[in-house]
């Protein structure tokens, strides 16, 4: 409620193609919150998943 609904409100040119994506309902910093931790967790597991000695760790054989 601090950092991304004054941010949301703002007329920076990120927040304001956010809006786009989010919509401008009441919450739409939450939606990004949101947006940011999906993204953020896809990434990580990504990087993570490459990594030859994380892949051999579920191995069974």
Do not use: Q
Request: proline share 5%; charged share 20%.
């Amino acid at each position: 409620d601090y950092v991304f609904e004054p941010f949301m409100e703002s007329n920076i040119p990120l927040a304001l193609f956010l809006t786009g994506v989010t919509g401008e309902a009441p919450g739409k910093g939450m939606a990004v919150m949101f947006l940011c931790t999906g993204i953020l967790g896809f990434s990580s597991s990504i990087f993570w998943m490459r990594n030859r000695h994380i892949r051999e760790i579920s191995r069974t054989d």
